[in-house]
């Protein structure tokens, strides 16, 4: 099985709809991340979170908020999506010793029509 | 100019070829330096991680100029396999992500 799992894998929606996607990870990190990934661009940090009680903005966080449920799943939801939301979406954890090194979700592709 | 930048590509290499990729940062402070690896639609999975001058494994091999702030990727003996955009990934007092290098590798 996965250690980092991301659903729904694929999600076409409509402008002004709300859109939760949902990270759970098996790797035991306390460290959760959402990053969006547009083409020509690197992955850009949307939220991240260092424990349930941290929730910390991103560089692109206006339009998303995030959920800390537990220690292993962390949810980014859009409140009124909008075209330019449209990109492919990644859940990352990390954790002791090297919290630097980021392990992915396989991410989820996004569509806001 | 970009926290990270790297030339998009792509290069097109025969099998067998040995194949270099350039990463610039602008942040000299920056500690830590990765490669990672995404193939078409998937998500990034880590290639190698450079904490000092160098780090090599097996066909690949990463190198830091701090110097000169860049890290560089050497793919000796490309494979068909090798086919994919490599990310350069720099760690300041934040990881910053380039847009990745596209890699085709044709028989």
């Known amino acids: 099985d996965a250690d980092v799992t991301q659903t729904p894998r694929n999600r076409i929606t409509k402008t002004g709809k709300r859109i939760m996607l949902e990270c759970s990870q098996t790797?035991?990190?306390?460290?959760m991340y959402w990053y969006r990934q547009d083409p020509g661009l690197g992955l850009r940090l949307i939220y991240y979170?260092?424990?349930?009680?941290?929730?910390n903005k991103g560089e692109i966080s206006d339009g998303y908020s995030v959920s800390r449920q537990a220690q292993a799943k962390f949810s980014l939801s859009l409140e009124s999506a909008i075209p330019n939301q449209t990109a492919l979406y990644f859940c990352?954890?990390?954790?002791?010793?090297?919290?630097?090194?980021?392990?992915f979700g396989p991410g989820t592709r996004l569509t806001v029509l | 100019r970009k926290e990270v930048e790297q030339d998009p590509g792509p290069f097109n290499v025969p099998e067998g070829a040995t194949v270099a990729f350039n990463c610039t940062y602008s942040n000299s402070a920056s500690q830590s330096f990765f490669w990672y690896r995404q193939d078409c639609r998937k998500e990034p999975k880590l290639l190698m991680s450079?904490?000092?001058s160098g780090n090599e494994d097996g066909r690949f091999t990463a190198q830091l100029n701090r110097a000169s702030q860049y890290i560089s990727l050497l793919i000796r003996d490309s494979k068909l396999s090798d086919s994919a955009t490599y990310l350069c990934?720099?760690?300041?007092?934040?990881?910053?992500f380039g847009a990745g290098t596209i890699l085709r590798v044709k028989s």
């Open positions: 990934v720099v760690n300041g007092n934040k990881l910053v």
């Open positions: 450079v904490y000092s």
């Open positions: 990352a954890t990390s954790g002791v010793p090297r919290t630097d090194t980021q392990y």
């Open positions: 979170s260092f424990d349930v009680k941290d929730i």
């Open positions: 790797k035991g990190h306390d460290r």
